[in-house]
């Protein structure tokens, strides 16, 4: 089977039916995308589907092929990291840091949907990534700079 | 005071994971241990410079027998090592859990060093190559570890400044040190490295060596962004359960259907017909290892096992149970009459709850012979390596346990039993083995905070003084157990009952019942002789601390303004606990038997700040976590097995329960830095306690607070 992630293709033997997490994850060495539960309730392992955030730990591999997986590894762009990253790095969010992969991936496919989110937007699109550090308040505020970073930029 | 930081874990059959005795005999501790010679020591660190700090004699035996560190000196709390290339290494036995001491330890270095944090570099908790160290809890390490690594510092820069002097021949007092650099009158300077080039320096110093003032700090008592962020953000960072090891297999434990039950049967010829597969059995402790992770299902699944199960009590029963039970050796309760002044009499109960860190237990174990080595995520890797030499028998300069980041613990990760399972598989597969706890197993086989019952009979005058205190505290613990107002004759006490659960400790310990209890009870004796809450407060405190960060929460939080709407509510709560004082104000609304918590202030002082955004940070994530405690969760059991152990029936904090929170942080300067990581979590709950009744007229005295 063939997956396309960070725009490099991998070939995986493995059953259609198996979890993306642990494919990316046992098979590839993406570990940036993190285990947090296996039920869907913390995003931890959020990764994007085309542009869609999705829960590894519950999509079979059926189900991501012929479609552009992007994980955490994928976001850097020649040495450039992307806004999201930089604002995260800027605010200082992270504690133990272990939410920050599912984070950063559920905030950049937000901003790919709505530029400029409003607050209730970003806590909306983020309820079901958990950070036991509780460091909700700084996640916010990154999310907010990265889209001024981001709009910055274009106009530029 | 007794110390409740190690609770005894009160569930017999499970401490060590069920491991058959005639086979893992718990060993006792060694007689003797044999420290190898320092200069041995040495060696491994090669030449430079290198700066021991002493303990005082009795500290570095305080962990007690069969836990002292064994192949590192004993009596040396840190040591820091600047190489003939001038790279700076410091060493501590420290492990950095998200509470980011690896940032302010490093500035600590810096600053005496008068270098930038970029030159350092931080061993923590290997115990191969650190000191011994008790655990990172208790919020110590700002308090001890940072003092001690000071003063490391700074007679490393003695060092320098008097081989200079030497070099020079010059005057030491004419030098200055600055930017990895010591530099003369005419302007020359000398690099740290050219400085420790072709040396062999070593000192050891005392606990009074110079270090400077914190009102002098130009690194430290400044922000530091997180000297590893980058490679957290790119996904680089690597979790114990992102170690991959060549040749490593993957493992899964197959867990008794309830606590305390022993296996009568297991089968596991099925499993092991599997290719790529080995099977354990071995007393009550059965599982699987696996060459590749998609087998582990399977495997496991493939074990037909039969257990024998014993009856045991349930939540709905717990806190009747608990005062039932008392311990071995526990004290009887005696009350006294209150003598003067309006009294009354309250009963409170905390549930247990689970720490749940993000990252389950994980464990990476390998053995070369007859030595072993095991990442994991531990607050206490030298206990860890205790733990795996008595359920191995072997010594414990064997084995080495490697401290790597971890998806946090919050007091969660004291103990080594995913260690331990690792290292029984990895054993029988003779490959390196990773065992990571699924979340079920985290929710059901790591510990709890413990749960607790707290009864409380007090008296108080019409002008507020207080006449009575007596506080019993069953099975949650002695962390704050008095009363920090001014009361004379105050009685606080604690009675250790037989847990139902496993328990053990937990950001704050006890301090987050006793505080519930204390400042709900508190506001209820206010309300009985009709005061005004904070006045209340104010009149019986006469600790200037108590009484700066009480009047710094009212004020922020302007205490006392009208309501706007009639099912609003505010409360408020002081106390004290390691070194902090806290004060939190909460505005509250209820909807429909609904609490939702509107604005959090709190004003929170801890001696000397180290680093400002990082506290404020490690305030706010306390306060968003304390939340959970003080509304949601609740551990709930039945018959010897966890019934919600899901996040989907076990609610933590999301996005849409963090209130506004406004962080008030009053900087002491005179005053040593105390640690930061735990205290801060015990304001919202009894604040919130006090805002319900506010708001509703309705006094709820169960954590968490449930209106119906
Ligand atoms: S690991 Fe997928 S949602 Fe938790
Ligand atoms: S920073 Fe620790 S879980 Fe978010």
């Known amino acids: 089977m063939d997956l396309d992630i960070n725009g490099v293709r991998h070939s995986v033997q493995s059953d259609p039916e198996r979890r993306l997490l642990y494919v990316l994850r046992d098979e590839l060495d993406l570990t940036g995308t993190k285990y947090g539960c296996g039920e869907g309730q913390c995003g931890a392992c959020t990764v994007l589907l085309d542009d869609a955030p999705i829960r590894s730990c519950l999509t079979p591999l059926s189900a991501a092929l012929g479609k552009k997986i992007t994980t955490i590894e994928g976001l850097e762009r020649k040495g450039k990291l992307h806004p999201v990253q930089e604002a995260f790095m800027d605010v200082d969010v992270m504690q133990c840091g272990y939410c920050n992969s599912g984070m950063i991936m559920s905030a950049v496919a937000l901003l790919q949907r709505k530029p400029v989110p409003a607050e209730a937007e970003i806590r909306s699109a983020l309820q079901g990534n958990l950070c036991r550090c509780g460091t909700y308040p700084r996640i916010l505020e990154a999310v907010h700079l990265a889209a001024r970073m981001a709009n910055g930029a274009q106009h530029d | ?708």
Request: hydrophobic share 40%.
């Open chain 2, 1 to 708: 005071m007794i110390d409740f930081e190690h609770p005894e874990f009160e569930q017999p059959g499970f401490e060590r994971a069920g491991f058959e005795p005639e086979r893992y005999e718990l060993h006792a501790a060694p007689l003797y241990s044999f420290v190898p010679d320092r200069r041995d020591f040495l060696k491994l660190l090669g030449g430079g410079l290198v700066v021991l700090v002493a303990l005082p004699g009795a500290k570095a035996q305080e962990s007690g027998s069969g836990r002292g560190g064994v192949g590192v000196p004993q009596d040396i709390g840190a040591w820091l090592h600047i190489a003939e290339s001038g790279a700076i290494t410091v060493y501590t036995g420290k492990v950095e859990m998200g509470q980011n001491i690896r940032t302010s330890l490093t500035q600590a270095v810096a600053e005496e060093l008068r270098t930038t944090p970029t030159q350092i570099s931080l061993v923590m908790g290997d115990t191969m190559l650190t000191p011994y160290d008790r655990g990172t809890f208790g919020s110590m390490t700002t308090p001890q570890m940072a003092p001690q690594l000071h003063r490391a510092a700074a007679a490393a820069r003695e060092m320098l400044l008097d081989l200079a002097a030497e070099e020079w021949q010059q005057g030491k007092s004419a030098l200055t040190i600055a930017d990895g650099a010591v530099r003369n009158t005419s302007g020359a300077t000398l690099s740290f490295g050219e400085l420790t080039k072709g040396r062999k320096l070593t000192k050891t110093i005392a606990a009074d060596a110079l270090v400077t003032s914190a009102s002098e700090w130009t690194i430290a008592g400044r922000d530091l962004k997180k000297v590893n962020a980058r490679a957290i953000v790119t996904g680089q960072e690597k979790f114990i359960s992102d170690i991959r090891l060549p040749g490593m297999m993957y493992g899964r434990v197959v867990r008794p259907p309830a606590f305390q039950a022993s296996l009568a049967s297991a089968d596991a010829q099925a499993a092991r017909a599997i290719p790529g597969v080995v099977a354990v059995r071995d007393g009550d402790f059965v599982g699987v290892a696996c060459d590749d992770s998609s087998k582990l299902d399977r495997a496991a699944a493939a074990i037909k096992t039969e257990w024998k199960t014993v009856p045991q009590t349930n939540s709905r029963e717990l806190y009747g149970y608990l005062k039932s039970h008392p311990s071995r050796g526990g004290t009887a309760v005696q009350w006294q009459p209150v003598d003067s002044g309006k009294s009354i009499e309250a009963s409170y109960n905390v549930a247990y709850i689970a720490h749940t860190p993000l990252e389950p237990r994980a464990a990476v174990a390998r053995w070369k012979d007859d030595q072993l080595t095991v990442w994991t995520g531990t607050q206490v890797p030298f206990g860890v390596r205790s733990e795996l030499a008595q359920a191995f028998g072997v010594p414990e300069d064997h084995v080495r346990v490697i401290a790597s980041a971890t998806g946090s613990g919050y007091g969660g990760k004291h103990t080594g039993e995913c260690a331990v399972e690792a290292a029984r598989l990895a054993k029988a597969a003779g490959k390196p083995v990773k065992l990571m706890w699924t979340r079920e197993e985290e929710f059901t086989w790591a510990y709890f905070r413990p749960a607790g019952v707290i009864d409380i009979r007090s008296g108080a005058l019409d002008d507020g003084t207080i006449t009575s205190w007596q506080f019993h505290n069953y099975n949650s613990g002695n962390a704050a157990i008095r009363s920090p107002y001014n009361i004379p004759n105050q009685i606080a006490e604690f009675h250790a009952a037989d847990s139902p659960l496993r328990q053990g400790s937990y950001r704050g310990l006890a301090a987050s019942a006793n505080h519930f209890a204390r400042e709900s009870h508190m506001d209820e004796l206010a309300h009985a002789i009709g005061m005004e809450p904070a006045a209340f407060r104010l009149k019986n405190a006469s600790d200037p601390r108590l009484r700066a960060v009480l009047e710094a929460s009212t004020e922020r939080f302007r205490w006392g303004s009208a309501k706007t709407r009639p099912n609003r509510g505010f409360g408020l709560m002081a106390g004290f606990d390691k070194g902090g004082y806290i004060s939190c104000c909460v505005e509250i609304t209820v909807n429909n038997g609904k609490v939702t918590v509107d604005r959090v202030v709190q004003a929170f002082e801890c001696g000397a700040i180290v680093n400002p955004e990082q506290l404020r940070n490690l305030i706010t994530g306390s306060i968003v976590q304390g939340l959970g405690g003080a509304l949601t969760e609740a551990i709930e059991f039945d018959n010897g097995r966890i019934t919600n152990p899901h996040l989907a029936q076990y609610r933590v904090p999301r996005f849409a329960d963090v209130p506004q929170i406004e962080v008030v942080m009053l900087d002491r300067k005179d005053l040593p830095p105390a640690g930061a990581g735990e205290t801060p979590i015990v304001g919202v709950a009894p604040a919130i306690a006090n805002a319900i009744f506010d708001a509703a007229g309705k006094r709820i005295r169960s954590m968490p607070l449930r209106l119906s």
